[in-house]
């Protein structure tokens, strides 16, 4: 049969993780050093909340925009880390993982041609979800030099009449890299300026290893024009729960509210009340999964060092970004000819956007017995490219 | 550095000096110089291994003592738990607080080889009143290890 399909939906790229990921599951006994969440399991208290509310039978749907005690614990805790006071009737919405907040921001304010600006390297799901929202993205390269911070430079040439949105992913999946206060200071009088929007994905914010994570919502006259999504994937290691939430103006939450009312009707209810336990009592599980990453990313930049292979420190997430530039291959190549003669797993950079050529995405959710494994392996892999 | 490189060794004894350099950026003289320092304070008071016996049929008896004693005068608990502490069969001692005072822990390789130290040892120390002796069963957890091979990476490829 011949099938019709939406060509909006055919012409959109499968991820270039994927294409890599399906290499490496034909092969026996691979390192992998590509997954991109946590290794830790879901820190038993949180477990057991979870059980405990399949014990009490709470099983029913919650409100659309989620379990009041969980809006209101998500409140008190952005209150507390970063002094952000949001409305927990009508400013937050819970989701299915952070990645469906995206999808319901830009839907919720894209009208047809308008522009979504999306700094690359990034995760993989913006620019499909821009497209989706029929919207048109408008990629910026960031560069190694800064390290792969965005510029207000960058930011002003990418600004057009038709911008909506700009997209803001730091702590930065694949990079690491983070943005610090003066630096978004100076993205947001872009941003004012020019009045667009931004939406936040801090999902990775508690993975900040300089000082604190700072929100680009807490610069003053940006609250009002940003949607911060955040959620409990990995500063929890609740991958699995699918849970996530999307905080901002009330105007544009309730509009978010509606379609995710229509498509997913609400969070899974048993996430939600885990969820609330992670907020009230999960502070020191943070730290302890904060302090293990931050010394395995010490330890592979101290191995790359060793290697002489170029790395700038990225302070966030738990992914370090190596240039491979000067073994002349492509990422591509690199990890390629890596798998095969090494067996160990590293995701191309030019999976995450075309900025990310001669780089490597390396992740260090894994066991220190892991990484130092997978770092002789590198050394003798470079050792012979010389 | 210190609590943090105690908080790494405590659950990997045998982690090395090259690994812990990376991991705290640290020299590796710093690392051996500030080991040597805790060991000289006795912070660091031994390096051991867990083993699960029971994977390698080696039969070990672990019992559990609660020993009500009448402390001494000018000493308190201190003298008694010494008596105590010191036969090499005592694994460990603990002062505790509720309805007994010391906690004794033994191993052994049969249950008689326990009773005996018990009957002809614990038992017959003045300032003992009584003893009350839990067999251990079977081991699920120790040194925030759990013995079972719990599982491994089950993490799936996404994209």
Redesign the interface.
Known sequence: MNYKLSDKVVNIK??G??KF?DL??EKKGVISL????P?FDTPWHIRDEGIYAFERGRTFYTSNSGLKELRIEICNYLNRKYKLQYDPLSEVLVTVGGSEAIDLAFRALINDGEEIIIPEPCY?SYKPCAILANAKPVIIDLKAENDFRLTAKELKNAISDKTKLLVLTFPNNPTGAIMERKDLEEIAKVVIENDIYVVSDEIYAELTYSGKHTSIAEIDGMKERTILINGFSKAYAMTGWRLGYACGPKEIIQQMIKVHQFAIMCAPTISQYAAVEALKNGDSDIEMMK?AYN??R??LL??FKEMDIPCFEPYGAFYVFPCIKKYGMTSEEFAMKFLEEENVAVVPGTAFGDSGEGFLRISYAYS?DNL?VAMEKLKSFVGKLK | MREELLRLIETNSRIDIKELSKMLNKSEVDILNELAELQKENVICGYFTLIDWEKVNVEKVTALIEVRVTPQRGQGFDRIAERIYNYPEVKSAYLISGGYDILVILEEKSLKEIASFVSDKLSTIESVLSTATHFILKKYKDMGTILEKVHGDDREVIS
């Not at chain 1, 590509?34 to 969440?37: A, L, P, Q, T």
Request: hydrophobic letters at 35%; proline letters at 5%.
């Open positions: 499968p991820s993780i994927r990921f490496v599951a590509g997954v991109g969440e290794d993989v302090e010394q395995r010490k330890f101290n191995s220190i130092k």
